[in-house]
């Protein structure tokens, strides 16, 4: 979310924008204009500026001018968030007008937008990659036989490359530029073929623009931390999971859902770390929005899998 300052640090606040365009402006406003994350790691990181954007969502999708928009919102909240992180998500989408909130955490409303069958005396596994946080859940009968939430997602991954690109080139690359990289070249697992991205940045001892070339298998060096605590998360999650589900997961498998499930062989990854199946969900980036979607319309079927205080 961009907001911009008039007047001074008292002065008036303004929403420049929100969203995707928002997300373009990172590191490429000037000084009068902050842009910032109201949410970080999957929870509230700044309440007013949440409840601000949560409006502004709101107005997006309601264009009636006669009529104040009381919609019902469903929200998304990662299973290790805390009952005060779950209170402030629900208060602050109260705040901006909804008149009814429910919580749903993250695994379930991505096993429902996979098409995974959560409602089914069946054990269904999903690993759920987001921006902030992991989230994996063991699904059976509509609820969660096990879940688990580390806060490693893309966002991690993007800090791992900027930190490995400052410390091995002494280099200084934004968020945007972490992330293009991510996407062109990043890779879960060796591969035979190496890719090369030449990439801009500012040069530490210089200060000043320069361009260098860096390859597929640096950025892999570069995400074996995060990429490891994911490997982790997954492999406490099957320890932990009752003979009988755990014999369905053996022939099904997990299921990979999140915008980190499109990193490079991350299905491949994990499929050498615990020989089992894995299956990248049909447009990942959106099973979990899309499973939210699902659920608020059949809540008369599936009103058990909602959070409550």
């Known amino acids: 979310m961009a907001i911009r300052q008039q007047g001074g640090p008292n002065g008036k606040k303004t929403i420049q924008a929100v969203g995707r365009e928002a997300k373009q402006m990172l590191g490429k406003v000037p000084g009068n204009i902050e842009a910032i994350r109201p949410m970080k790691d999957g929870v509230i990181a700044d309440f007013t500026v949440t409840e601000q954007m949560l409006k502004q969502f709101i107005r997006m999708v309601h264009d009636s001018k006669l009529f104040k928009p009381s919609p019902r919102i469903i929200i998304c909240v990662p299973c290790g968030s805390t009952q005060v992180e779950r209170r402030a998500i629900r208060e602050s989408a109260l705040g901006a007008g909804a008149s009814q909130v429910f919580l749903i955490e993250e695994p379930m409303a991505a096993a429902i937008g996979a098409g995974l069958p959560v409602s089914e005396a069946t054990g269904s596994m999903v690993v759920d990659i987001g921006g902030g946080t992991t ?30 690109i400052r410390r091995n080139y002494g280099m200084l690359i934004g968020e945007q530029t972490a992330e293009a990289i991510k996407k062109e070249i990043g890779s879960a697992f060796p591969g035979s073929e190496v890719r090369e991205m030449e990439v801009k940045g500012r040069n530490l001892s210089e200060g000043i623009p320069r361009s260098f070339t860096i390859s597929s298998n640096e950025i ?33 498998g997990m299921m990979l859902t999140g915008g980190g499930a499109l990193l490079r062989d991350l299905d491949r990854l994990l499929m050498e770390e615990t020989g089992l199946p894995v299956i990248v969900a049909e447009d990942p980036l959106t099973c979990v929005v899309r499973g939210s979607g699902m659920a608020l319309e059949r809540m008369d079927k599936l009103g058990s899998i909602f959070s409550y205080e």
């Open 135 to 164: 989230e994996v859940g063991i699904i059976s009968l509509g609820g969660m036989v096990y879940k688990g939430s580390v806060r490693v997602g893309g966002d991690k991954f993007d800090e791992a490359i900027v930190n490995y």
């Open 220 to 252: 892999l060096e570069a995400l074996t931390d995060p990429l490891n605590n994911i490997v982790s998360a997954v492999k406490n999650a099957l320890e932990q999971t009752p003979p009988e589900l755990g014999a369905d997961i053996a022939e099904k």
